[in-house]
């Protein structure tokens, strides 16, 4: 999985996540309290990524934490499996979610994560939200015919023009980083968050088209870092060796099997939490991942805080929060990519 990431939406379309049920206002208390955690190991997360995309291969950084999702979920679906239980999607869904956890990995972890690197985390996670939350929007309606309110609109006018904001401030912070001051640099690394966002928009919509009520959130989960591990790990076994880990220290190993197991953590967290509190509320939370992130890019990484970042990040807020809203029948997780 991914920061944020992360991800996104999983949990709403499988079995392991019926409509939230508030049995009690305890309950209820329990269910935001989740959310909460999951929105502050997310955060962690992202910083977490935030100083390996300076410090480390990044293609590393993602195989590994990657992997640590499949070592923990893949001996419980083999136990499950031994037993005679079928987990897997059945024929063309299977190889469609593989081909698309397949994108997930190239154009979206590793594209996010170079955005990292470059533009630094107060630019790029809102830059990658946003354009996740409108890209989620338009593909659901294109290919699940779901509803597009005025309220909807609303936010996707807002999203466009706090991206366009921050798109003003990533030349400043790309420089500030130490990538250089040029701004084609700053634009590409810009666009490759965009990117990010679409992609992890259309792991969306496969998952809704493609997963049925038989296959439990965790097959989808091992499926979608399982391709982060099988694709990465032979081109990193040509580039570097088989000793891989041979020259990356030990705190830099321990920081990135930090990130797999919080975000591995944070999932369960708000796949547990939106089955005891509404989907809306809990989306309203998540959208703390973006101010805890612009807050650490700047007092944390030495990021440049400008009005530009300042009104994109608000902006963007306030649209997570006005799509966040609109939902209401059933449960969504965030927009928080695998």
Not at 281 to 290: E, G, L, P, S, W
């Amino acid at each position: 999985m991914n920061d944020l990431s992360t991800p996104s939406d999983l949990a709403s379309q499988t079995p392991d996540h019926p409509p939230a049920a508030i049995q009690s206002p305890r309950t209820a208390l329990a269910g935001v309290l989740l959310c909460v955690l999951a929105a502050l190991g997310y955060s962690t997360v992202n910083a977490c990524l935030r100083k390996l995309a300076v410090d480390c291969d990044q293609t590393l950084v993602i195989f590994i934490k990657e992997t640590v999702a499949v070592v923990a979920v893949g001996p419980w679906l083999a136990w499950h499996a031994w037993h005679g239980r079928r987990l897997l999607p059945r024929g063309g869904a299977l190889l469609v979610l593989a081909l698309a956890g397949l994108i997930t990995q190239l154009g979206g972890n590793l594209a996010n994560l170079w955005a990292l690197g470059v533009i630094g985390l107060a630019v790029a996670l809102p830059v990658m939200s946003g354009t996740n939350l409108v890209a989620t929007a338009v593909l659901g309606r294109i290919f699940l015919g779901e509803r597009v309110s005025r309220q909807t609109l609303l936010a996707i006018g807002l999203l466009f023009v706090s991206i366009a904001l921050l798109c003003l401030a990533a030349p400043r912070a790309s420089q500030a980083i130490g990538t250089g001051p040029s701004w084609v640099l700053a634009t590409l690394a810009t666009g490759a968050a965009c990117m990010a966002g679409v992609v992890y928009a259309g792991l969306v919509v496969v998952i809704r088209r493609n997963v049925t009520a038989d296959t439990p959130t965790t097959v989808v989960v091992f499926l979608i870092t399982a391709m982060g591990t099988v694709s990465l790990g032979p081109w990193l076994a040509v580039r570097r060796g088989p000793d891989l880990l041979a020259n990356v220290p030990l705190s830099t190993l321990g920081l990135i099997l930090l990130a797999g197991v919080l975000n591995l953590l944070s999932f369960l967290a708000i796949t547990k939490g939106l089955q005891w509190t509404a989907a809306a509320r809990a989306n309203t939370i998540m959208t703390t991942q973006v101010v805890l992130g612009a807050a650490v890019g700047v007092t944390v990484f030495g990021e440049p805080a400008s009005l530009w970042l300042l009104l994109g990040v608000c902006l963007t807020i306030a649209g997570m929060i006005l799509i966040g809203r609109e939902v209401k029948a059933e449960p969504e997780t965030p927009e928080t990519p695998i």
